[in-house]
C-alpha cells in the first residue's frame, strides 16, 4: 500500500533526529521508503513558543495494516526521545500518518486522511514534491 508520512522535528539536532527517523523506517520490515521531499525550515503552528521546525514528507509502500504503521512511527518516535506533554509541545521528532493509500480512517488514536494536512503549507509543499518528482 502506497502511504505517505509527515516527518518534523525542532528539538535538538532536527536534521540528525530526521535522519535517525528516516533510517529506522528503512529497518521495518514490511516498509520500503520510496521516496523522500526536501527538507524545509517553517514557523510552528499552534502550541507554546517554541522554535522553528524541519519538515518534509516521506513516501512508503508498506504491508502494514494502518494500525501497525502507527505503532511503528510511535515507537520510532518514542526511541528518538519523543516525549508527548501538551499538545503542539515542541518534539525531537513527529512522524504522521498523512494518507494510507485511498483508506478512510477516523478513530480517536487515528483519522486518515491526516484531518489538517490540507491547512498546513509545511505537509503539502513536500507532498506537492514527491508527487512532481522533485
Known amino acids: 500500500m502506497l502511504c505517505y508520512i509527515g516527518i518534523g522535528s525542532n ?3 532536527r536534521k540528525k533526529y530526521i535522519k535517525n527517523a528516516i533510517e529506522k523506517l528503512r529497518e521495518t520490515k ?5 521516496r523522500v521531499s526536501n527538507i524545509h525550515e517553517t514557523e510552528p503552528v499552534g502550541g507554546p513558543r517554541q522554535g522553528r521546525y ?3 514528507a516521506i513516501e512508503v509502500d508498506t504491508k ?3 494500525e501497525e504503521l502507527l505503532a511503528r512511527l510511535q515507537k520510532i518516535e518514542s526511541e528518538l526521545g519523543r516525549e508527548r506533554s501538551i499538545k503542539n509541545a515542541p518534539r525531537t521528532i513527529d512522524l504522521d ?3 494510507y493509500g485511498d483508506k478512510e480512517i477516523n478513530e480517536p ?3 486518515i486522511p ?3 494536512m490540507r491547512d498546513r503549507e ?3 509543499k513536500p507532498l506537492k514534491e514527491i508527487y512532481e518528482g522533485i
Request: hydrophobic share 45%.
Open 11 to 13: 528539538l535538538g539536532n
Open 30 to 34: 514490511g516498509v520500503e521508503v520510496r
Open 97 to 99: 500518518i498523512l494518507l
Open 114 to 116: 491526516h484531518p489538517r
Open 54 to 56: 524541519l519538515n518534509g
Open 122 to 124: 509545511f505537509v503539502m
Open 109 to 111: 488514536y487515528l483519522k
Open 64 to 66: 502494514l495494516e494502518p
